[in-house]
Antibody, heavy 119, light 110 residues
């Protein structure tokens, strides 16, 4: 069965960076894109960007341009999202989600990774 | 502030039919299909409806979606207690070149 398993919770200080992983199983990793979506407590979902798992091409939401980097390691079917220059407003649950292509629905989601930014 | 507009809350009693609205603009809902996600308390979102009105395998036919112009709707018939969750709409935005979501509607089953 398709599974996306994310890394554990993180606590970071303002100004630091965080790197969240998303390990895929149950399907051919390079046949689907990976999106990253975050959700602050009590808030709606917010799309951060997308990565083509086959060729590594990426597209980022304007809000995160310059601060986010999405990469992958196809040998271990794992996608990564790194967010830098963290501030308190970045405290949220971060999800990876699979899509057939950029403008398609997110049919499977990871369990989420809580990132807390606090001094 | 979310790009797509959803009412923050809705409620219904078991067996009832409830509907959720999602309002957007010509650059998102008006020109692209809408997806709906269900998020049970403390869990990750789950795809509920795609391409405006298609249900993934395993989603009961009590759930249905529709779209008209720059708005979309999700309906749940035969409401059950396990339907208590947050429901979010999403669409690709051609101007922003990214996905946009609604703020979500929290459904309470009385």
């Amino acid at each position: 069965q398709v599974q996306l398993v994310q890394s554990g919770a993180e606590v970071k200080k303002p100004g630091a960076s965080v790197k969240v992983s998303c390990k895929a199983s149950g399907y051919t990793f390079t046949s689907y894109d990976i999106n990253w979506v975050r959700q602050a407590t009590g808030q709606g979902l917010e799309w951060m960007g997308w990565m083509n798992s086959n060729n590594g091409n990426t597209g980022y939401a304007q809000k995160f341009q310059g601060r986010v980097t999405m990469t992958r390691d196809t040998s271990i079917s794992t996608a990564y999202m790194e967010l830098s220059s963290l501030r308190s407003e970045d405290t949220a649950v971060y999800y990876c989600a699979r899509s057939e292509q950029l403008v398609r629905d997110f049919d499977y989601w990871g369990q989420g990774t809580l990132v807390t930014v606090s001094s | 502030q979310s790009v797509l507009t959803q009412p923050p809350s809705a409620s219904g009693t078991p067996g009832q039919r409830v509907t959720f609205s999602c309002s957007g603009s010509s650059s998102n809902i008006g020109s692209n299909t809408v997806n709906w996600y269900q998020q049970l308390p403390g869990t990750a979102p789950k795809l509920l409806i795609y391409f405006n009105n298609q249900r993934p395998s395993g989603v009961p036919d009590r759930f249905s979606g529709s779209k008209s112009g720059t708005s979309a709707s999700l309906a749940i018939s035969g409401l059950q207690s396990e339907d208590e969750a947050d429901y979010s709409c999403a669409a690709w935005d051609d101007s922003l070149k990214g996905w946009v979501f609604g703020g979500g509607t929290k459904l309470t089953v009385l």
